[in-house]
């Protein structure tokens, strides 16, 4: 059993950045992929990108491509996922989402970003 | 628009059998995940791979898939059951994931 856990709330001003972390336990000894997915307000889920560390490749939605960027250290199973450039647009929930070996998916608890001046 | 087209919603009364379909091009290539999400908490996976049901969930929970169209099946709805129900799939490249819209999913 996988389980991750995400950083805390952030309040951003506009044109800042805020970066997100997420921990995984359990279930890292063999290849995994992690996504950052986030639900804005009232809104459905949304998929930003994701990063197998492994072999430390990405892949981005092109909505986010050049205002995100996620990494991962493999010794400690954390990935971040940090967004730039930040509007009040993107104010959200933003989760981490983990992508095993055996198809199953697991989700961090959420973390809440606010864009506020 | 989403690639994965989702019911905005469903209405059932309890122990009744609800259905909640999801369609794109890429479902005949790429499998299908359902995640269940109750108001303020996080998503949970509830079918994997199109038809398999992870442990822990209940056997009420079965999934279906015919050419486009991925089916999540609840057979004899609970009240617990009431929540927003996201379908997942990966892009036909294999390189991205995609949702769909969403399904509020309303026990009578």
């Known amino acids: 059993q996988v389980r991750l856990v995400q950083s805390g709330a952030e309040v951003k001003k506009p044109g800042s950045s805020v970066r997100v972390s997420c921990k995984a336990s359990?279930?890292?000894?063999?290849?995994?992929?992690i996504s950052w997915v986030r639900q804005a307000p009232g809104q459905g889920l949304e998929w930003m990108g994701m990063?197998?560390?492994?072999?430390?490749?990405?892949d981005y939605t092109q909505k986010f491509q050049g205002r995100v960027t996620i990494t991962a250290d493999e010794s400690t199973s954390t990935a971040y996922m940090e967004l730039s450039s930040l509007r009040s647009e993107d104010t959200a929930v933003y989760y981490c989402?983990?992508?095993?070996?055996?198809?199953?998916?697991?989700w961090g608890q959420g973390t809440l970003v606010t864009v506020s001046p | 628009s989403y690639e994965l087209t989702q019911p905005p919603s469903v209405s059932v009364s309890p122990g009744q059998t609800a259905r909640i379909t999801c369609s794109g091009d890429a479902l005949p290539k790429q499998h299908a995940y359902w995640h269940q999400q109750k108001p303020g908490q996080a998503p949970v996976m509830v079918i994997y791979?199109?038809?398999e049901r992870p442990s822990g969930i209940p056997e009420r929970f079965s999934g279906s898939s015919s050419g486009t169209t991925v089916t999540l099946t609840i057979s004899g709805v609970q009240p617990e059951d009431e929540a927003d129900y996201y379908c997942?799939?990966?892009?036909?490249?294999?390189?991205?994931?995609?949702f769909g819209g969403g399904t509020k999913l309303t026990v009578l």
């Open positions: 997942q799939a990966a892009g036909t490249s294999g390189s991205y994931w995609m």
């Open positions: 990063i197998i560390p492994k072999f430390a490749t990405t």
């Open positions: 791979k199109d038809i």
């Open positions: 359990g279930g890292t000894s063999s290849s995994y992929a």
């Open positions: 989402n983990f992508f095993d070996s055996n198809s199953y998916h697991y």
